[in-house]
């Protein structure tokens, strides 16, 4: 079946630094790719998206390309800020209307 | 904007008690789910409605009911609640015509039962 595999946490990086998120997806057919964002205490937000291969999703400075060859999705920021500091999602939506989230990466960014 | 309300952000219940959780969405969504998150283990499907009155089993549905009487409205019920679905439980809605098949979360319910 559908599966999402991402890098286990905790990350912790210093204000500045690069960032990536390792994220690789099981599937048939052709899923949409999402990765979301979960602040301490609060619930889930759409980061952003892809919905086909070579796709790149982008929002506030986080960035992922959709790749079919390598079965991946990951997230990368070129510059992180403490304000970053949640829990990253990884998530798959297939044609069915059905939804597979990995397990989640905490990322901590200290001054 | 989406908007997916949770009636409580926390709850403290007693083993046996009969626990409703209710959630709201404002988007005429058709899907809606309910998720649980614990430490390690990300999120886990627990029940799934594509439409009013329906209902699909997720992937950990024991101990667990719904119901959806309207489309704008998804319960989560614990029939008679134990230490173990101590939990934080979140809830989303989604629509593939809509909003192309993104899900959209509320807040969370962190539920202890004692």
């Known amino acids: 079946g559908d599966s999402v595999t991402q890098m286990e946490g905790p990350v912790t990086l210093s204000e500045e630094a690069f960032l990536t998120i390792n994220c690789t997806y099981t599937?048939?057919?052709?899923?949409?790719l999402f990765w979301y964002v979960q602040y301490p205490g609060e619930g889930l937000q759409l980061l952003l998206k892809?919905?086909?291969?070579?796709d790149k999703g982008s929002n506030k400075g986080f960035e992922a390309t959709y790749r079919k060859e390598t079965t991946s999705f990951h997230l990368e920021k070129g510059s992180v800020q403490v304000s970053d500091s949640a829990v990253y999602f990884c998530?798959?939506?297939?044609?069915?209307?059905?939804?597979?989230f990995g397990t989640g990466t905490s990322l901590t960014v200290i001054p | 904007d989406v908007k997916v309300t949770q009636s409580s952000r926390y709850l403290v219940k007693r083993t046996g008690e009969k626990v409703f959780l209710e959630c709201v969405q404002d988007?005429?969504?058709?899907?809606m789910f309910w998720y649980r998150q614990d430490p390690g283990l990300g999120l886990r499907l627990i029940y799934f409605?594509?439409?009013?009155?329906?209902?699909e089993k997720g992937d950990i549905p024991e101990g667990y009911s719904v119901s959806r009487e309207k489309k704008e409205r998804f319960s989560l019920i614990l029939e008679s609640a134990s230490t173990n679905q101590t939990s934080m439980y979140l809830c989303?809605?989604?629509?593939?015509?809509?909003?192309?098949?993104?899900?959209?979360f509320g807040a969370g319910t962190r539920l202890s039962v004692l």
């Open positions: 989303a809605s989604s629509s593939v015509v809509l909003a192309k098949n993104i899900q959209y």
């Open positions: 599937a048939t057919g052709y899923p949409s």
């Open positions: 892809a919905t086909k291969a070579d």
């Open positions: 998530a798959l939506g297939n044609t069915g209307n059905q939804f597979y």
């Open positions: 988007m005429d969504h058709e899907n």
């Open positions: 409605s594509y439409d009013v009155k329906m209902k």
